[in-house]
């Protein structure tokens, strides 16, 4: 029986692989799976190496960094020595996987990348490491295939996961009786990120541009969204003294009914922005880091959306600019602003039709299944 491994690093990664898995047990591949992951994997019977309960940080955390490089050489060791995989399936998480693919590369074990570091973003000079190592790419962006094969890189374009992924709208009235909410006023959902990083930097600014909002219109009622990846009383330190109303574990429902979100950067704009919901996005983090990510980057957009449109459509609130009066300002024009309202959701609307209809892990699963076949 041939062999996958999979490498994953955080909560979205353990869901994008559960997928694929789900798929490969549906095209009826007899292959044999472990994997670095969490509970989505697990549930499946996948037999885990480690799981990723300590992988999700950013910064220069040099414990974090310690415990990569530890877990990176037991893995290597694991895999070279008694798993002897066919196969490794590398699935977001550029920083860990572009580095440990080096050392795959080196032990002979072939790999595939889904979901790959966005390298058209920033530091495209990662495009060398993965020429170099990487057997396969399989893309999720139009542009991203393009781009590689101008590099000479076996590449593939399977589709974005989100856009089979995300279940139809939720029921309004349904949701709003749900949570306790008003159904006579407009709800804001804030999504402060998934990762402590982000929790430090930007909790404190929605919140303080939630009060402004409060004070300015009796109409809006907000709520945040509070990441599965982040424990409760890591959350409860950075969310103090507020009233505004906590929802877990259902964050596309939530998506989906708002009437504006103030979000921190990430994949949840892309899915808002497949749901049509107006929204800014949000971002600061220490001015060191801030500068570097200016060096490096490669194009002038954060978000999404933006990147995919090629167009500046969602208010990017970045750095410097990232203060509550501001945020607040942009939120208000989103809630009563109707011709900038049905100007964003119709350039939104766009985004789809942009990506690729394809369903993600189920082409993710044919090509392994054929390389494995």
């Known amino acids: 029986m041939k062999k996958l491994f999979i490498v994953t690093g955080e909560l979205s990664g353990d869901t994008h692989a559960a997928a ?11 292959i044999e799976i472990e994997a670095i992951g969490g509970t989505n994997l697990k549930n499946l019977g996948v037999k885990l190496f480690s799981d990723h309960s300590k992988m999700s940080a950013m910064g220069l955390n040099f414990k974090i960094l310690a415990e990569h490089a530890l877990l990176m050489k037991r893995l290597v060791a694991y895999l070279k020595n008694e798993y002897k995989p066919d196969l490794v399936l590398l699935i977001d998480y550029g920083g860990f996987n572009l580095n440990l693919s080096k050392f795959l590369k080196k032990a002979g074990i072939k790999t595939f990348y889904y979901i790959p ?33 101008k590099e000479g890189i076996n590449a593939g374009l399977v589709g974005h996961p989100r856009v089979a992924q995300l279940p139809p709208h939720a029921n309004r009235d349904e949701f709003f009786e749900k949570y306790g909410l008003d159904k006579n006023k407009k709800l804001v959902a804030i999504f402060p990120g998934s990762r402590k990083f982000e929790l430090e930097n930007l909790m404190d600014v929605f919140l303080d541009a939630a009060k402004i909002l409060k004070n300015k219109e009796n109409n809006v009622q907000f709520v945040i969204s509070q990441a599965p990846s982040i424990k409760d009383e890591v959350f409860r330190k950075y969310f103090k003294n507020s009233d505004i ?67 500046d459509v969602v208010p990017e609130i970045l750095q410097g ?22 100007a964003m959701k119709e350039d939104l609307g766009h985004v789809k039709a942009l990506l690729s209809a394809k369903e993600a892990a189920k082409e993710a699963a044919k090509n392994i299944a054929a390389e494995l076949s």
């Open 321 to 342: 600019d990232c203060k509550p009066e501001i945020i607040a300002e942009q939120i208000h024009a989103l809630l009563h602003d109707q011709k900038r309202i049905s």
């Open 245 to 311: 109303k906590v929802i877990k574990n259902d964050n596309q429902a939530l998506l989906s009914v708002s009437d504006a979100l103030i979000l921190a950067s990430g994949t949840v704009a892309l899915e808002a922005a497949l749901y049509q919901t107006p929204m800014i996005i949000s971002y600061r983090g220490p001015w060191l880091y801030y500068f570097i990510y200016r060096l490096v980057r490669c194009i002038n957009r954060v978000c999404l959306p933006n990147i995919i449109l090629d167009k």
């Open 117 to 149: 570091p966005q390298i058209w973003a920033s530091r495209k000079w990662r495009i060398k490491t993965v020429k170099k190592n990487i057997s396969k790419v399989l893309t999720i962006f139009p542009f991203e295939k393009a781009m590689y094969e």
């Open 20 to 30: 694929v898995v789900k798929q490969l047990r549906e095209l009826g591949a007899e």
